[in-house]
């Protein structure tokens, strides 16, 4: 049920050929004046794959580059300007890519390199740009570099690009320091009987490089040269807020009660920033924009704002708004202090409700009733998984005005997959079937993130949904079938069909539209409405309906049908004939 590509033509993009590698010398930028001036990527919307869920060209149950290559008509009908994949380079597969045992390879399960040249190819030919995943904290235990590390003598140069510890006790029988792993447990493991230990900020198969070591630089700086020659339009920076650990790896003094797991010496050093320059430098060399987009955890958004000076990252992710809940105040706060905040560095404000990290939207949103406190280990993760009763319906509803919410805002936007079509959380995956370390690592208290990742639903009627094998490594539950793309695209009023006609409607009528100008509506506290450019958007949080009043205009889109007042929990879309005058 796909329609052809639609073949656009974007400056900044040139083909690459199947197999081929351009040059660093080459510049493979058509014109590279304009995209100077005019960065592509400030207001991209960007859909975030995770590749091992979105579709299957082999048929082994998980999903790979040739099967995304042969569904990118997805994407362009959808109408977003590029994709970032999850990790897609050889990795045992522990914490599923963000364990790398080689950084400068595709793995063979996804189809190799020439799959990725293939996709860059066939995405570059649609006008879409495709951002890669940097993992640059930890490396997989496999990666050649950690192997010959523990084969090493402690003090060795091998074991200095990573950070290993003398224990305490006795014997060396305790962790170094009191350090937790974000997936749980101490963030140690000890070597064998030895009173040696290597610091692992997440599964004990993920050691963390040491950032204070040259070598260690040195060989990132290859691994971005490598994928910016081959044609990788930007790069998407893992927990780039992680990398540079406090010099003397000091206890961190957590409260007793566990209220709080925030370790302010495992991460958000000042030294970090050093490398992010470096990394910034690299880009730039190149004859075309690329962006460097952090993932970039941080207590406040004035944190944040450091680290996308002029000089080290284009971007990071704006999880302040992932992180509020349905209420009209705290979005409003969110929107303004990220713009505040953020805006001020010059950087676009980089919105994303979703990430294959966090439940769906639809989830969390429709959370009525959450069961007690998550016993998650990392310290965001209770926030942004909360389990309980969902309103399923109540909770598309929301997601739907919350998109157009975010779509309508000045700067970039990251959508996950699944978004597009009003995916909910699979909250109930059998235990044996969860893959997530935060499972195995919280001892099962914490279900992790497997519940975001089941591969997605294509036609309603065949093995597998459509996604290329009737056995999937994640089992979709039978009730995914009603959510199916093919369905979507047929029902005008589904998630599907709103996402797309949004996607058009920003690019037709906000491209370039400056700073948003809030409206007051003091009697509807329940009512969040700005204007930009030509469209004014109006959500109502609350239940009751809101009459907008006549001179915004008519409505050019709604997340719900109304044909008078805003039903509640709705976002709509005005345009006024002739523009209000500026006050
Ligand atoms: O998971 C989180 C939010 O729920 C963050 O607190 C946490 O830091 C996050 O897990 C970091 O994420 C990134 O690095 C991890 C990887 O498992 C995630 O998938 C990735 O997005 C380790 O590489």
Not at 197 to 215: G, I, V
Not at 236 to 255: C, E, G, Q, S
Request: hydrophobic content about 40%; aromatic content about 10%; glycine content about 10%.
């Amino acid at each position: 049920m796909t329609q052809p590509a639609a073949r656009r033509s974007v400056p900044g993009i040139a083909p690459v050929a199947r197999g081929a590698m351009p040059s660093q010398t080459v510049p493979s930028d058509a014109e590279p004046s304009v995209a100077r001036s005019d960065p592509w990527w400030r207001e991209a919307v960007i859909y975030q794959v995770y590749v091992r869920s979105f579709a299957d060209g082999d048929g082994d149950g998980v999903g790979d580059l040739v099967g995304l290559t042969a569904r990118l008509d997805h994407l362009t009908r959808l109408g977003v300007d590029g994709l970032w994949l999850n990790p897609c380079y050889p990795s045992p597969g522990a914490d599923h890519g963000y364990d790398v045992a080689d950084y400068m390879n595709i793995d063979e399960r996804y189809g190799g390199l020439a799959a990725l040249d293939a996709l860059l190819a066939a995405a570059h030919d649609r006008g879409l740009r495709v951002l890669l995943d940097l993992v640059p904290n930890h490396c997989s235990a496999e990666h050649p570099w950690f192997q010959a590390a523990l084969a090493a003598a402690p003090g060795s140069p091998e074991r200095e690009r990573f950070i290993f510890r003398t224990g305490r006790g006795p014997a060396g029988e305790q962790p170094p320091n009191n350090w937790r792993s974000v997936f749980g447990g101490p963030a140690w493991t000890r070597v064998g009987q030895t009173d040696q230990w290597y610091l692992h900020s997440f599964d004990p198969s993920q050691p963390d490089f040491n950032w204070r070591n040259e070598e260690v630089r040195a060989y990132f700086d290859e691994v971005l040269r490598f994928w910016f020659d081959r044609g990788a339009d930007g790069m998407r920076i893992d927990v780039a807020h992680m990398l540079v650990k406090h010099p003397d790896l000091p206890d961190w003094p957590f409260p007793p009660d566990g209220s709080a797991d925030y370790n302010g010496y495992a991460q958000n050093q000042p030294e970090v920033h050093e490398v992010l320059r470096r990394w910034r430098a690299i880009a730039d060399s190149y004859q075309r924009q690329i962006p460097l987009v952090g993932e970039v955890w941080v207590p406040t958004v004035t944190d944040l704002a450091r680290y996308l000076r002029p000089d080290e990252l284009s971007q990071a992710f704006y999880f302040d708004l992932l992180m509020t809940g349905w209420d009209a105040a705290a979005f409003r706060a969110s929107v303004s202090r990220g713009l505040a905040e953020i805006d001020a560095t010059g950087a676009p404000v980089t919105w994303t409700l979703a990430n294959h990290d966090v439940h769906r939207t639809v989830t969390r949103y429709g959370l009525v009733r959450p069961e007690g406190t998550v016993g998650s280990p990392d310290p965001v993760g209770g926030a942004v998984r909360a389990r309980g009763e969902v309103d399923v319906a109540r909770g598309l509803r929301r997601a739907r005005a919350a998109l157009l919410l975010v779509l309508a805002l000045p700067g970039s936007v990251y959508l996950y997959q699944g978004e597009e079509l009003g995916l909910p959380e699979v909250l109930d995956l059998p235990d044996e079937a969860r893959q997530d370390p935060i499972w195995f690592r919280s001892g099962g208290t914490e279900y992790g993130r497997d519940g975001c990742r089941v591969p997605l639903p294509w036609r309603p009627d065949e093995p597998g949904l459509g996604f290329g094998s009737a056995r999937t490594w994640l089992p979709q539950p039978a009730w995914f079938a009603e959510y199916a793309v093919t369905r979507q695209w047929e029902d005008a009023s589904s998630m599907l069909n709103l996402c797309a006609r949004a996607l058009r409607e920003r690019r037709a009528r906000l491209a370039g539209a400056g700073p948003l100008e809030w409206i007051e509506i003091p009697q509807r506290p329940d009512v969040v409405a700005f204007r930009r450019g030509a469209i004014t958007s109006v959500t109502v949080f609350g239940d009751e309906p809101y009459a907008a009043p006549p001179e915004w205009g008519r409505i050019v889109l709604a997340s719900a049908p109304t044909d008078g007042p805003l039903p509640g929990e709705s976002t709509a879309w005005l345009v006024a004939d002739t523009p209000p005058r500026p006050r």
